[in-house]
């Protein structure tokens, strides 16, 4: 039987998705879309997960530094170590803020200080690092472990998707291996169909001879935010989504790429506007919400949409 | 009913083949690999289609600059477009055997003036501009399309692959979205499953504000050859394959990289030896060749383990 969308409360939004889905799928219609062409594009935080009060992936990424900046004094007379390792809130909540206001100065500062410290291991050894973050660390509000923060009626729209016929990508802002460690378990999507950031990497062969691929400290460009999306969606995928969902100004290229396909398409915008059962912000998100209309996306309201909001 | 692999002699190289895939298919058997790590990574030149008496590639590459420079002369007194306008038949000789034997910089200055003269197309034109060169456009020794010069066994055994389990992806030192234009057609290979090496792209809208990917003049780097083979396939799948075919020395780091895998692997390298039906060479093989006894490859010859070349 496949999935339903039960955690969708009845609206527009879901009679949209629902028309939608079905015009697509149907047998001799006239927008029916072939298998091969129903990509469907999901940003990551938050439309598939929590991202408040930051990116799961920079708490990890913090821990890191914090790690590297007790063992070694010599790294904290430089940013980001030094304002880690003093817990400087000031400057790591300007870093935060700046980057909602179109500024990724600081959260680069960051980024760039992960990919120093983790720079040399291999691609298993991140993986199995950061699968352990995601099951043991609990997020200090929610009190669960963060790879169980996920979206339920989200997760849920993936699985009716797939269940549907379609390929249903990952397309993070975020770092792709940090969302391969838990993709399969999470939301029932491969490795391979994870689209993300990362940094470069380098061939290397370890102690014993075997070959690995090992991190560097460089950023790969370009991130896979706002107008590098659809490029990293070109690259990994080749074919344009014919259905998207973000809910933040960095999906706003992606949003647009789909809905420029010359088939039927479907562009969903969440708006976290569920202060008691989630968070209520629009911080980051001003310029999105503004265009859906203009756009014709979709904006999926939390608080009305939802019956419940984790998985 | 399962593709077989008909096309093939029996001998030592298909006795490994099938046991290989018995033994990582048998259920309940000691050395079963789940489908989702069935991976197969195959290279393209040399070792799904013909790459003799150049890349075919190349040929497309060709015309482009020729193209070019017969419409702006400004362009004829610098390379690659001097030599092409001009037939030097010397200097494009010397590009090709410097590539051979380990010198890429006459090949990169052709690869450059492509990427030059194709710089802000789109890739859904680019790619219909490679299909119709590889429907049309023969090949003068065979005197057929290009697109009819695959290698029959070697489609073959990526259909006995994929019908056994396994994800087969193509890991192309050229490029990934000249492939991308046939795979599916040629190989029934997914685009998304092709891997290579790339120009760089920009995100535009076009003069009916349609959101459009755009190719770059700039190489992205690594290219998907030598060291870069394992990178790309880390980047693009996110798991070390148990089974890599390829056919020169570009294809050593992969080859090398499937056989490090903790779980059975099997490596096959594709010899040049066949005179008679295609080619015979070494030249830009001759580290692999002699690695493969070694390193436990499995050299197949064209000649003694084929009973027909062409698909």
Redesign the interface.
Known sequence: MPAQLGSWNDGPVKNAIIDFVTRVTTPNGPDLVPP?ERIATFDNDGTLWLEKPMYIQLEHGLRAIAKAAAEKPGLRDRQPFKAVYEKDMAWLGKAAADYAKGDPSGIFTLVTGVAEVLEGIT?EAFEADVLDFLCNVQDAHFKKPYRLLTYGPMVELVHYLQDNGF?VYITSGGG??FM?AIC?EVYEI???M?IGS?V????GEDAQG????LRSREIEQPIDDG??K??H???????RPILAAGNSDGDI?ML??AR?HRRPSLALLVHHDDAEREYCYDSGSEKALQLAPQEGWMVVSMQQDWKKVFA
């Open positions: 091969a691609v390929q792709r291996d391969r399969e491969p490795r391979s994870v990362s470069t990497f380098k061939y075997v070959p690995q691929v107008p590098g659809p490029v969606i070109h690259r990994t995928i080749g074919r290229h647009k790429y420029g």
